[in-house]
Nanobody, 121 residues
């Protein structure tokens, strides 16, 4: 069964940090590009960051230099370290998997989790 389970969301003040975690089942972890989509109220879902099976990371322009994505293959877990958070980062964040970053960058995915809320005030 395909599963993506997120944790780590919450509320922080601007300039603060959060770390999101995503546990992925082996069937998708090994071959896919795994990462994060976000969706703010009234806005389209869009890609935040993703990392492929070779460990190559991709980021949306809006988070470059502030967010870092990484993966722990032993734990089949992907992490998103979010620093210098801004109010415009407020959104529901979904762990997602897709065949490639360009698809995720535009909000597409083959699998996604239930989401975790990030609120920056």
């Amino acid at each position: 069964q395909v599963q993506l389970v997120e944790s780590g969301g919450g509320s922080v003040q601007a300039g603060g940090s959060l770390r999101l975690s995503c546990g992925a089942s082996g069937s998708i972890y090994g071959g896919a590009c795994v990462g994060w989509l976000c969706q703010a109220p009234g806005k389209e879902r869009e890609g935040v960051a993703a990392i492929d099976s070779d460990g190559i990371a991709s980021y949306a322009d809006s988070v470059k230099g502030r967010f870092t994505i990484s993966r722990d293959n032993a734990k089949k877990t992907v992490y998103l370290e979010m620093n210098n958070l801004k109010p415009e980062d407020t959104a529901m964040y979904y762990c997602a998997a897709a065949s490639n970053w360009p698809r995720m960058e535009h909000g597409g995915a083959d699998y996604w989790g239930q989401g975790t809320q990030v609120t920056v005030s």
